[in-house]
């Protein structure tokens, strides 16, 4: 095992390398990641934990993750929203779970250099964002979900179209380095970025949630000042000083993935110190395997659920490589060198959020 991240007061290269272990044991051989043993897959914290793994040096176990979902896509280039131990477990399609393996193929491709992963995964990538597509609604946004018989709510998720926007960007990225133009692309990521950055009022009201809090920022589409006071106006809502970051703002939870991501979204706006606290207070979440916990309901001093999940160790491991300057995280994540798509000049103005 190599390229280690390792973050002060967080993790040495001792525990790295044990977190690291604890996702590996949870993978099956055929390249599933699982939440945990006996428990379901679903295709976005698959692509989570197999990018951690491809952040730590473990590439060919992040290469046997990718290779499942290109087995596994469906003609109409979804996945399922849930499978256990290799069966479709929920049928239904989530937009976001689908466009995220655009993520995963660019980390992949910028941490290993390997074109001809990239090449394979190309036909996947391009099949998930086309069907991801398919579901954006007039007004920009993307619906959240496919059902078995074809038809979409006309409803749109904040955290799952942020999670689309980061997507498309990765994606578009891609095919810039393939050379395999995509303007229709573009002009839908412009919507996109437009809708979530300007017109809060078409996503469903989800407010209660950290998620809808912080993923504008975390998904790329909000930078510099606009950012920086979305943040600052959710800090006393979400999160808690010694723990870490509330799962919804009405419950005495706090949760590991959610604390792991705001400290992404903290690097990603220059506020790299606020980002290691968030992580250093999560640490009681830390099992002895090297495993994280899901929760930790304060009020009653217990962990809950009693699990200790794949994308709970991977947010973590991806927040501290970002932390520490990896360079496929740091450009995944931080959205400088991504492709922005084409925005409409007479929708250009100050972000609202």
Known sequence: MSSLPTLPGVLDAGQAAATV?????????????????????????????????DACGEHAAAERA??????RQRPDGSWAAAYVD????????????????AV???????????????ERIWPTVRRATEFVLALQRPDGTVAWRRDED??????????????????????????????????DWELALGRL???????????????????DWYYPVLGTALRGEAAKARIAAGWDRFVVPGLGVRCVDDHPWVTGGESAELALALWAIGESDRAVQILRDMQHLRAEDGGYWTGYVFADEAIWPEERTTWTAGALLLAVAALG????????????????GLQNP???CAPVL
């Not at 995963?104 to 990239?118: K, P, R, V, Y």
């Not at 979530?196 to 998620?211: A, G, N, V």
Request: hydrophobic fraction near 40%; glycine fraction near 8%; include cysteine.
């Open 21 to 53: 272990r604890s996702i590996l044991r949870e993978q099956r051989p055929d390249g599933a990641i699982p939440w945990f043993t006996g428990h379901h897959l679903d295709p976005w914290d698959h692509v989570e934990a197999a990018m951690a793994l």
């Open 66 to 71: 990718y290779q499942w979902l290109i087995d």
């Open 86 to 101: 290799g069966e479709v477990r929920d049928a239904h399609a989530e937009s976001n779970f689908v466009a995220y393996v």
């Open 104 to 118: 995963g193929a660019w980390h992949h491709h910028l941490t290993t250099g390997d074109d001809a992963f990239l």
């Open 150 to 183: 074809g038809t979409a709510p006309d409803e749109a998720l904040l955290t799952g179209s942020c999670s689309v926007h980061q997507a498309l960007r990765c994606a578009l990225a891609i095919a810039e380095y393939l050379e395999e133009p995509q303007p």
């Open 193 to 211: 970025a437009h809708a979530i950055t300007h017109h809060p009022e078409r996503f469903l009201d989800k407010d209660r949630y950290s998620m």
């Open 325 to 340: 300057g990896d360079d496929a995280t740091v450009t995944v994540f931080g959205g400088e060198r991504l492709p922005i």
């Open 346 to 348: 007479s929708e250009c």
